[in-house]
């Protein structure tokens, strides 16, 4: 049995510490996601990783699941990392990937994230958790909580395809649809609770991160410790894009790879763009963007991560950029990239696919380079988005 190396929490901004043993959300003080953080000694040589089951719980000791026990698991984890051969040839990318989510619990990468954060909230003893949500988390809360015995509370925006309410309601979740943005589900979902849900909104509580950073995990393994020189993420809340650099800094301390050559892009798009106003100021961080469009990439409007200052500092440290894309490129995207190799991926997907071509045009990503994207979904979630296109 592995034993999880996990130590404390940690708020970066004030650098206080909290205890493991009961439930926390955030720093109050800095408004600030308070971090997980690992005694990082060496004892987890990554050669103990043979023989071990593919899925995210591989990487236990650097996770911050006590008792294997309350692990709350229904497969999610060690994705396909897929070498695109045909568009590879067509815009002459030595090396170019797609980390395809899609085969997740319920669809997508918020099965990770969830996974993890209703695990240790069964851990603590919590009874019930709530969420706002654009669709998949909202899946992937009513999955775990039902594998788990908790009760769920989403709260989604109306715009959700209705095939998402499906997959929660059929769990045994309690749904309610807000007019407006996944930022006015929360405003009505926290006005709901009385303070007995534990509420698990991104970065809110600290171990949603710790779910998506496996996905860094994996695409190191998977390319024999040799990370790539770019990944580009659908970036709504940004959990994911976190998760994937703080992966990385922990394989760096336990002597598992040399240096991080990565560089991170963040997709926004064009209706809702906040990211891409603070990276283009300079700052760290990120207002508030004022009426938010609708979109066929329900995951990417987001008007504000939390975690906004983590967003940007994982940006600026790995010498990234931001990218928009307009709903019109997703739909040309999701077009090409399906013909090409065979895949029908999600909106946010395409918006990634998208992205690596202007990229790849404005010659910010090299030849030489290698190329890892994020598929975070099934697009088969998002008929009801994407019926124009048939």
Not at 111 to 127: D, I, N, Y
Not at 249 to 271: D, H, L, Y
Not at 348 to 367: C, D, F, H, M, P
Request: negative net charge.
């Amino acid at each position: 049995m592995t034993t999880s190396l996990y130590e404390t929490l940690l708020c970066p901004e004030c650098n206080e510490r909290f205890d493991t043993n009961t439930v926390h959300d955030f720093c109050q003080k800095d408004s600030h996601p308070l971090i997980a953080d690992y005694h990082l000694n060496g004892s987890f040589p990554k050669e103990s990783l043979q023989g071990r089951e593919y899925n995210m719980w591989r990487y236990a000791e650097v996770l911050p699941i006590v008792k294997q026990e309350n692990r709350v698991s229904l497969g999610e984890g060690f994705t396909p990392l897929l070498s695109l051969t045909t568009l590879s040839g067509t815009y002459s990318q030595n090396q170019l990937f797609l980390k395809d989510e899609s085969g997740n619990p319920t669809g997508s990468f918020k099965a990770r994230g969830l996974s993890m954060a209703v695990s240790k909230a069964k851990e603590l003893g919590v009874t019930e958790i709530c969420i706002p949500t654009a669709g998949n988390a909202g899946s992937a809360l009513s999955a775990y909580c039902a594998k788990a015995g908790i009760k769920a509370h989403i709260f989604m925006p109306e715009a959700t395809p209705k095939v998402f309410q499906l997959d929660c309601e059929i769990m045994g979740a309690h749904v309610t649809r807000v007019k407006g943005n996944i930022a006015d589900a929360a405003k009505l979902m926290k006005s709901q609770n009385d303070g007995s849900w534990f509420d698990v909104s991104t970065l809110k509580e600290p171990f949603r991160l710790e779910g998506k950073k496996t996905m860094g995990y994996e695409i190191a393994e998977q390319l024999n410790w040799e990370l790539p020189d770019v990944i580009i993420y659908p970036t709504g809340g940004g959990t994911g894009l976190i998760g994937i650099w703080k992966a990385f800094q922990e394989m760096k301390k336990m002597g598992w790879i040399e240096n991080i050559p990565t560089r991170m892009v963040a997709v926004q798009g064009t209706g809702c763009n906040p990211i891409t106003h603070s990276f283009q100021a300079g700052i760290e961080t990120i207002e508030a963007f004022e009426d938010p469009a609708p979109t066929i990439a329900n995951g990417l409007r987001v008007p504000r991560p939390f975690g906004d200052r983590l967003v940007m500092k994982t940006i600026y440290e790995s010498n990234g950029t931001v990218v928009d894309i307009s709903d019109e490129e997703i739909k040309q995207g999701l077009q090409e990239f399906a013909e090409a190799e065979g895949l029908f991926i999600s909106p946010e997907g395409a918006a990634v696919w998208t992205a690596y071509k202007k990229l790849r045009t404005s010659n910010w990503i090299k030849q030489n380079e290698s190329v890892v994207m994020l598929n975070t979904g099934s697009a088969y979630k998002y008929a009801e988005n994407l019926y124009s296109l048939s």
